[in-house]
């Protein structure tokens, strides 16, 4: 009963605050630090239990996220929205949603906006918390779609088709995107771009941008950003090269698949997050006004690469 209880609660604040399409979109000021934590304070509650891949914790995550693209008129992508994965036991499934593009060429051609919305589950207690909430990975990444699909369900104005894709089983080893990058490629789907989001919950410090893109010197992904932004809000984090963080998110097997631009958005750093992967990982700790920050200035970013009358973003 608690369960339902919070998804009530913050269903009725993400929809109090609701614009209608007939509202002049104020971009700048869209996503707020209330759509925000209603979103974060349900997907990292203790209620959900971690969120881990085949468990009741991430079914009513999963649940959470198909009644808002229901409420939003975004599409199932397949026949439900549910899209089973065929590389994992128990039973697990993204949830993936589309917006048919209004141009009748370009149409056509897919941009897929994606996070995982799978965490660890239960861990060793400390201090009493067994707990791994998942807050900034990546019920962090999930929200910051989720606000992208609310908007461009409102403007209902994008050329290209707009699918978004929230994976499981990410922290299984990609086992969410293996299967939908698969699964798109047998269908023969033209995908132009993927645009993944993970752990955007915590900004970073003395940085002359806003996130950093993994795999920056495999696509000029980041000057075509920055450039629909109208600022340098994308950079390059030495950092996530280091460490190879191009092939360790969900991005990568759509790059595999399809050899496209397949790139990761993120404001963790490794110096301003102390509690990946551990009981500390809590809605709490999160700056809302921040992940706010981040899907108002991406707005303009995936609009334009939707948009767009030729595809511009380029492998190197």
């Known amino acids: 009963?608690?369960?339902?209880?919070?998804?009530?609660?913050?269903?009725?604040?993400?929809?109090?605050?609701?614009?209608?399409?007939?509202?002049?979109?104020?971009?700048?000021?869209?996503s707020s630090s209330q759509t925000i934590g209603a979103h974060m304070n349900f997907l990292a509650s203790d209620e959900l239990h971690g969120r881990e891949a085949g468990t009741e914790g991430i079914e009513a995550a999963a649940y959470y996220?198909?009644?808002l693209m229901e409420k939003q008129?975004?599409?199932?992508y397949y026949s439900s929205y549910q899209d089973t994965l065929d590389n994992f036991e128990p039973a697990a499934y993204n949830v993936v949603g589309m917006l048919k593009g209004k141009d009748p060429v370009l149409k056509d051609e897919v941009v897929l906006v994606g996070a995982h919305y799978d965490h660890i589950g239960a861990i060793g207690a400390k201090e009493g918390d067994s707990i791994a909430n998942g807050a900034n990975d990546?019920?962090?990444g999930t929200s910051t779609v989720l606000e992208l699909a609310r908007y461009f369900a409102l403007a209902n104005a994008n050329k290209r088709t707009l699918v978004f894709a929230l994976f499981s089983a990410e922290e299984k080893g990609l086992k969410g995107s293996d299967h939908l990058a698969r699964k798109m490629k047998a269908e023969g789907v033209d995908l132009y771009a993927v645009l993944n989001f993970e752990m955007t919950g915590v900004p970073m410090q003395n940085k002359e941008y806003l996130v950093y893109v993994t795999g920056y010197n495999k696509s000029n992904i980041a000057e075509v950003s920055n450039a629909h932004a109208g600022e340098n809000i994308v950079g390059f984090l030495p950092t996530a090269e280091g460490y190879n963080l191009f092939m360790r998110s969900d991005n990568y097997p759509f790059?595999?698949?399809?050899?496209?631009?397949?790139h990761t958005f993120s404001t963790f750093d490794f110096t301003n997050f102390d509690h990946?992967?551990?009981?500390?990982?809590?809605?709490?700790?999160?700056?809302?006004?921040?992940?706010?920050?981040?899907?108002?200035?991406?707005?303009p970013v995936v609009a334009g690469i939707v948009n767009a009358q030729e595809k511009e973003i380029k492998l190197d």
């Open 255 to 262: 790059f595999e698949e399809f050899n496209i631009p397949s």
């Open 276 to 299: 990946y992967h551990q009981v500390g990982d809590e809605a709490e700790i999160m700056d809302f006004e921040h992940m706010a920050r981040v899907v108002n200035k991406m707005i």
């Open 65 to 67: 996220i198909v009644d």
């Open 1 to 30: 009963m608690r369960r339902i209880c919070v998804f009530l609660a913050a269903t009725l604040i993400l929809w109090s605050c609701k614009t209608t399409k007939s509202t002049l979109i104020d971009v700048g000021n869209f």
């Open 138 to 140: 990546n019920a962090s």
């Open 73 to 76: 008129g975004i599409d199932p």
